[in-house]
Each structure stands twice: as C-alpha cells, then as structure tokens.
C-alpha cells in the first residue's frame, strides 16, 4: 500500500512531536520538516533521518498531507497556502486567529474536497474516549482546568490557549447551539487574560460552567457531567472515572437508588492518535474526528468569551 507523504510546519515544542509520530507510522512517510529556525530545523530533521526545508513552500508538490504547527497569527496563510496545492491539513489549534478565517479555510477545503482537521488534542485523551459513549443528553457540566504558571502560550489569552480545550470537548457531549454565554476573567501576570470563567446556556437547555486558569499553585483538570442517566465525574490527573447511574447499588451505596462504579483509564498517547486519525481520513477521504468546522465552532465560542472578559475590564477601569 502507498505511503501518505506528510510535512511538519514547525518545529517548535510541539512540533518536533508532531513529525516524532510521522516518523513512528508504518503507513507514512515523513518527508520533511520546516522552520524559520534553522538550527532547530536541521537538528530535527537529522535525528529523524528526514530533509529539512527553511521555508514551507518547498513542501508543495513532495507532500500529501501536513501538519502546522506555528503560532496562531500564521495559521491562515500557511493553512490556506496548503490547501491550494491540494494537500490535506492538521492544523493545530484554535484554528486561526478570526471565524471569517476559520470559514474561508472551510470553504476551500470542502470546494476541494481536501481534509481539514483541528488539533484538538484533547478529544483523542483516553480519559474522553472512554466516557464518550456513557454521556447522553447532559443537562449540566461543569469543567476546571488549571495549570501551574509557564511562560509558553501566554501570547494568548487563557482562553484560547487553555479553556478552548474544554469548550471543544463540551460543544461535542452537548451537540447544540448556544442561546447564552456569560464571562469574566482577568489578567493577573501577563498582558492576555490568565483566569477565566464562563456560563454557557445551550439552546437544548443544558448549561455548562467552564473554568480555566494558568495562575494556578497546581495542575488540575476535571470534567463532571449531570444527564437524566446519572452523573459521571472525569478526573484526568489521577486517570480516574466515576460512574453514577440509576439502578439497586444496595446498601453500600451512599446515593440511594443508584449505583456506583470507580474505575481507572489507561494513560496513552493522545498525539499519536491524533495523528493516527488524520492519516486514516487521508487514506479514507471521510470526515476527520476533529473537522474544520468543529475547530470553527469551538474558535467562535472562546473570541465571544474573551470579548465579554475584555469589555467587562473596560467597565471596570
């Protein structure tokens, strides 16, 4: 079987993960790599036994497929620079720094009939694969995110670098629209918003409250989602679930008329996966896990949030 061609666009933090994992699959081959960085550049390309290119353009016509993986700003032109050579596109999130661009990169994508996936990663955490198919119809989900203060991401607010996260994974659990959103935040040690919290009301009635923070004296995140079915409780530090639903959980219960199970997920590679399932739509041409638009609706969420953070400190002052 032919081998899917894939390029990485920076090699930074995550990048030189991304083309890691290129490498490691028996179905692709990594032809390259590019940064500005040359040093960077080179010195990945030579621990991986693949050609190294000072400018991304020098990927046209060699891949298949690419991932970009530069600062925010530089997603649309690149992502779009890309498409219109007809290649498939991971592109890390959030998928670009405004909708219109999200929408014109959609646009193209579907005119082509080329793939446009969104890196959010967290959607391949074995901790959400394997709650998926537990939560029906939540009617309330409340979600902490908290992470010990680190220089990387601060160019953004904590909202698109952090709470994006959980937006994308909850828009997926609900599958509606939103009829309401309330926030408030605000910038503690850098210029972007470090703390932030939102009320989001969905128009099939469920109602999330998300909370993120990169001031934290610790790391945590939890998820725990309330449905008519029961209630399950996501905790991703300690890799552990637990499951309350309805039926005779006997006298060792402590919630009368419900049963309770505890268990442990197994700590994977979500990058991998990641990967693994943008190289399979390559292969298939069928919708990614993570689609353009999903990165889309998750992107407008968080710049609606951090409009209201933002407008809500101009009335303070």
């Known amino acids: 079987m032919k081998k899917i061609r894939a390029g990485v666009v920076g090699i930074g933090y995550l990048g030189k993960f991304h083309a890691e994992k290129y490498a490691g699959l028996d179905n692709v081959e990594l ?26 353009k020098d990927l046209f016509g060699k891949v298949d497929a690419v991932s970009i993986v530069v600062p925010t700003p530089l997603h649309f032109e690149i992502c779009k620079a890309f498409l219109e050579n007809d290649i498939d596109v991971l592109i890390e999130k959030p998928i670009t720094t405004t909708v219109a661009e999200a929408d014109e990169l959609i646009r193209m994508a ?33 979600s902490n995110r908290l992470s010990i203060y680190k220089k990387r991401g601060t160019d953004v607010s904590v909202v698109l670098d952090l709470m994006i ?57 939890k998820i725990r989602i309330f449905q008519k079915e029961g209630y399950i409780s996501l905790d991703f530090a300690n890799r552990s679930i637990i499951h309350v639903w309805p039926g005779n959980g006997g ?23 990641e990967i693994r399932s943008f190289i399979g739509a390559v292969k298939t041409r069928q919708e990614p896990e993570v689609s353009g638009r999903m990165g889309r609706d998750a992107l407008k969420t968080a710049l609606d949030i951090t409009r209201q953070i933002r407008e809500s400190a101009r009335r303070i002052k």
Request: hydrophobic share 40%.
């Open 110 to 142: 579907d005119l082509k009939g080329l793939i446009l996936q969104v890196g959010h990663l967290e959607r391949f955490n074995p901790a959400v694969t394997a709650i998926s198919h537990l939560v029906h119809h939540p009617v309330f989900i409340e």
């Open 31 to 56: 032809v390259g790599v590019a940064d500005v960085n040359r040093e960077q550049a080179r010195e990945i390309s030579e621990k991986l036994g693949t050609s190294v290119f000072y400018d991304y």
């Open 251 to 273: 006298s060792a219960s402590p919630i009368p008329g419900m049963q309770i199970e505890e268990r442990r997920f197994m700590e994977g590679d979500a990058l991998e996966e």
């Open 165 to 221: 996260h959980d937006i994308d994974i909850i828009l997926n659990f609900v599958k509606s629209g939103i009829r309401y959103s309330h926030a408030m935040g605000a910038s503690v040690v850098s210029d972007s918003v470090d703390i932030a919290h939102a009320h989001i009301e969905f128009e099939s009635g469920a109602v999330a409250n998300v909370t993120a923070s990169r001031i934290s004296s610790k790391n945590e995140r």
